[in-house]
């Protein structure tokens, strides 16, 4: 960690692009919202962060309260902008008092950007560095402008090392020709912190959103000799989002690290791209993971085989098999076991279980050498509360049972099929609780006045 680096979070934003009830840096990426994942990368790089909020601040702090809640005060630092006064990223940066001399300055949206690559930008010197790339088609961003003599309306393989940054131009403030640039600004900016207690009570509104630019301290700066560094960047790790569509782009990035990760620790991928597993989901040992699998929340797989189109959320899957076509929902446990097709566990704990088809396994314990057979249903919901079956060891569980909880089948016991059982069953017994067959002779031709 670089102890004399301090980090500015922008999150203030309204997010109007994204359409949604949702403030933008809460959007999900692999399970993780925008501004979690960045905060992530900040934690690597400074001791002293800060995070700028103004719209929905209360459910963005609650978020950092539950996800940071130990760093907040001590390392994360939260400032409400002053959003009527001074609207716009230069704005948000009014008031931070930074603990360090040398300030990183990140974009809230900006959720693939790594600690390694923002490294390579602290490590510059010049009193401003600044981010950028090219693109076809540069739609959204703000026009970076460079010395004339740099061509800077192609995109290009190779750009220049150390680019001559002019200026910063907004898409609103572009003229025609101005929007033809497409080396774009990719909101990431290293500064000395004296130069942003210099230039940002400067800045001016006078522009198109009528908004505080922090990208016109570029020009104020330059135009009195501030030395300006750019920095080319890969647009893959620097994207900002602002709309679904870029949500989307961007969770695929992830996804396909995520999963490239996942493949060099040991875990094989039927049609990688059909596959979704988020951040914190752990890998172990050998695993196969099926088309169209999704794996979510701190789940952890160990040894195991998911099928085809299984779902995991939150749950412990060793040296088992899923699928295909399995729910686990979260807080299931399960070791050595078989789960079939159609079958649905939540807060199950099996060791050593077969359960083969079509069933619900709720809120259950499940011992060494049991079955349970097709369409067994655990009835946990009393529709006031929750109970619990505890099924011993070495239980045979018939097709088509009802277990209504709380209950608890002994080791060793036979459930007959199509039972519906409503009281506890010893060890060594057999339960059976179903009406009787009656078989009468003949009846079929009396119903139906012939044989068929
Ligand atoms: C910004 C840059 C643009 C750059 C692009 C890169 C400015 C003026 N423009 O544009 O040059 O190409 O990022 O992705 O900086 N925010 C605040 N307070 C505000 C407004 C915004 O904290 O008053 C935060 C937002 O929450 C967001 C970030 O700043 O996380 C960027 O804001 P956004 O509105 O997305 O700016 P862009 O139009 O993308
Ligand atoms: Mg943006």
């Known amino acids: 960690m670089d102890s004399s680096l301090s980090v500015v979070i922008l999150a203030a934003g309204a997010g109007t692009r994204m359409k949604s009830p949702t403030p933008k840096v809460l959007h999900t990426l692999c399970g993780k919202s925008m501004l979690a994942l960045i905060i992530n990368q900040a934690l690597e790089l400074s001791d002293d962060i800060h995070i700028v909020l103004y719209h929905q601040a209360q459910r963005v ?21 002053d959003v009527d006064r001074f609207p716009g990223t230069g704005g948000a940066l009014r008031g931070i008092e930074s603990k360090h001399h040398r300030v990183l300055v990140l974009n809230g949206d900006m959720p693939l950007v790594r600690s390694s690559s923002l490294k390579t930008l602290c490590a510059r010197t010049e009193p401003i560095v600044m981010s950028l790339f090219w693109l076809q088609n540069p739609d959204g961003y703000g026009r970076v402008v460079l010395d004339s003599d740099e061509i800077h309306t192609i995109a290009q393989a190779n750009p220049p090392k150390n680019p001559k940054v002019l200026k910063i131009i907004e898409q609103k403030d572009a003229s025609a020709q101005e929007l033809e640039i497409r080396s774009v600004n990719a909101g990431v900016y290293v500064f000395d912190r004296d130069v942003l207690t210099r230039y940002i009570p400067r800045l001016s509104n006078a522009n198109a959103q009528k908004e505080y630019y922090l990208t016109d301290v570029v020009a104020l700066a330059r135009d009195e000799g501030v030395a300006i560094g750019g920095v080319f960047v890969s647009e893959g790790e620097y994207m900002g989002v602002n709309d679904k569509i870029h949500l989307t782009k961007a969770q695929e990035v992830l ?47 160990r040894d195991s085989h998911i099928k085809a189109h299984s779902v995991i959320e939150s749950s412990v899957v060793i040296k088992s098999d899923v699928g295909p076509m399995a729910h686990l929902r979260p807080n299931s446990h399960i070791t050595r076991t078989h789960i079939g097709n159609f079958v649905e566990l939540k807060s199950a704990h099996l060791e050593g279980v077969k359960a083969g088809h079509l069933s619900y396994l709720g ?15 655990t009835c946990n919901y009393d529709g006031k509360a929750k109970h619990k079956s505890i099924i011993g060891k070495n239980v045979f569980v018939g097709s088509d049972c009802q277990l209504v909880a709380p209950v608890r089948l002994e080791s060793n016991t036979l459930i007959a099929a199509g039972s519906t059982i409503t009281h506890n069953v010893p060890s060594g017994a057999l339960a059976i609780a179903r009406t009787k067959q009656h078989n009468k002779p003949g009846f079929f031709a009396k119903f139906f006045g012939k044989t068929k």
């Not at 001590?74 to 409400?80: E, K, P, Q, V």
């Not at 396909?256 to 914190?280: F, K």
């Open 61 to 81: 702090q609650d978020m950092l309260q539950c996800e940071f809640g130990a760093l907040l005060d001590s390392t994360l630092h939260i400032h409400i902008q």
């Open 255 to 301: 996804l396909a690290r995520l999963r490239e990760h996942a493949m060099a620790q040991g875990v094989m991928m039927d049609m990688p791209h059909t596959i979704y597993i988020e951040s914190d989901v752990v890998f172990e040992g050998e695993c196969v993971l099926e088309n169209g699998v999704r794996i979510c929340g701190k789940s952890v797989i």
């Open 363 to 377: 809120d259950c314990e499940i011992g060494e050498g049991s079955n349970i057979g097709a369409g067994v249903i």
